[in-house]
T-cell receptor, first 115, second 114 residues
Framework: NAGVTQTPKFRVLKTGQSMTLLCAQD?????MYWYRQDPGMGLRLIHY???????AKGEVPDGYNVSRLKKQNFLLGLESAAPSQTSVYFC??????????????FGQGTRLTVV | GNSVTQMEGPVTLSEEAFLTINCTYT??????LFWYVQYPGEGLQLLLK?????DKGSNKGFEATYRKETTSFHLEKGSVQVSDSAVYFC?????????????FGEGTQLTVNP
C-alpha cells in the first residue's frame, strides 16, 4: 500500500518557468490538500479538494493552480515560478466520514528551489 | 479564523528528560486536535489526536489532553529518547464545510542528546 506519493521529490526551476507537481493516493480518499512548508511558518494550505472535479482556495493560493480530474490524483501547477515559491510542498489526503477527526496522510514532500 | 500557536523552539533535551511542548488554539465551534511528527526528510505522520473536551490522546509514550477551558493541547512525554528527535506540529481540524482542513502551528524542533 503506497499511501500518498508525490513526484518529483526535488526540482530546481528558473524564474518564470512552469511546472506541475503530482500527488497520487491509493486509499480512495475524498479530500486532498496541498501545503507548503517554510521555516518558522509551519504548513500553510495552498489549495484543497473535497472530491473529484472540485477545488477550493486555501490560505496562500496566489501563483498556484490545481486540478482534480481523477479522484486519486491532485495536481499543483506553477505557471510562472518566482523565488518566493521556493519551499517544500506536501500533499495530503483524508477520508470523508462526515467527521473532522479522521487522520490525514502525507506524502514525503517535494523540495522546490526557484533561482 | 482558526489559528494554532506553539511554543517557540528549538528544544534540546538530554535522554530520559521530561518533555512539554505547549500548544494553544483559536477556533469556532469544537475542533478536533492533533499532534503530527515529522522525522528528517519525511512527511508528517499522526502522533495522537483528541476529538472532544477532556479527551486524552496517547501514543508511543506521548500524551496530550484537550482542554477547552484553556484552549490548549500540550504535548508531554515522561522520558524522551534520542529517536524522538523530530519536528512536532500541533494542528486543528476545521469545519466540514471547509474540507475539514488542518490548520498547523509553526512546529517545534526537538533534539534529544544521549
Amino acid at each position: 500500500n503506497a499511501g500518498v506519493t508525490q513526484t518529483p521529490k526535488f526540482r530546481v526551476l528558473k524564474t518564470g518557468q512552469s511546472m506541475t507537481l503530482l500527488c497520487a493516493q491509493d486509499m480512495n480518499h475524498e479530500y486532498m490538500y496541498w501545503y507548503r512548508q517554510d521555516p518558522g511558518m509551519g504548513l500553510r494550505l495552498i489549495h484543497y479538494s473535497v472530491g473529484e472535479g472540485t477545488t477550493a482556495k486555501g490560505e496562500v493560493p496566489d501563483g498556484y493552480n490545481v486540478s482534480r480530474l481523477k479522484k486519486q490524483n491532485f495536481l499543483l501547477g506553477l505557471e510562472s515560478a518566482a523565488p518566493s515559491q521556493t519551499s517544500v510542498y506536501f500533499c495530503a489526503s483524508r477520508q470523508d466520514r462526515g467527521r473532522r477527526n479522521t487522520e490525514a496522510f502525507f506524502g514525503q514532500g517535494t523540495r522546490l528551489t526557484v533561482v | 479564523g482558526n489559528s494554532v500557536t506553539q511554543m517557540e523552539g528549538p528544544v534540546t533535551l538530554s535522554e530520559e528528560a521530561f518533555l512539554t511542548i505547549n500548544c494553544t488554539y483559536t477556533a469556532t465551534g469544537y475542533p478536533s486536535l492533533f499532534w503530527y511528527v515529522q522525522y528528517p526528510g519525511e512527511g508528517l505522520q499522526l502522533l495522537l489526536k483528541a476529538t472532544k473536551a477532556d479527551d486524552k490522546g496517547s501514543n508511543k509514550g506521548f500524551e496530550a489532553t484537550y482542554r477547552k477551558e484553556t484552549t490548549s493541547f500540550h504535548l508531554e512525554k515522561g522520558s524522551v529518547q534520542v529517536s524522538d528527535s523530530a519536528v512536532y506540529f500541533c494542528a486543528l481540524s476545521g469545519k466540514l464545510a471547509s474540507g475539514s482542513r488542518l490548520t498547523f502551528g509553526e512546529g517545534t524542533q526537538l533534539t534529544v542528546n544521549p
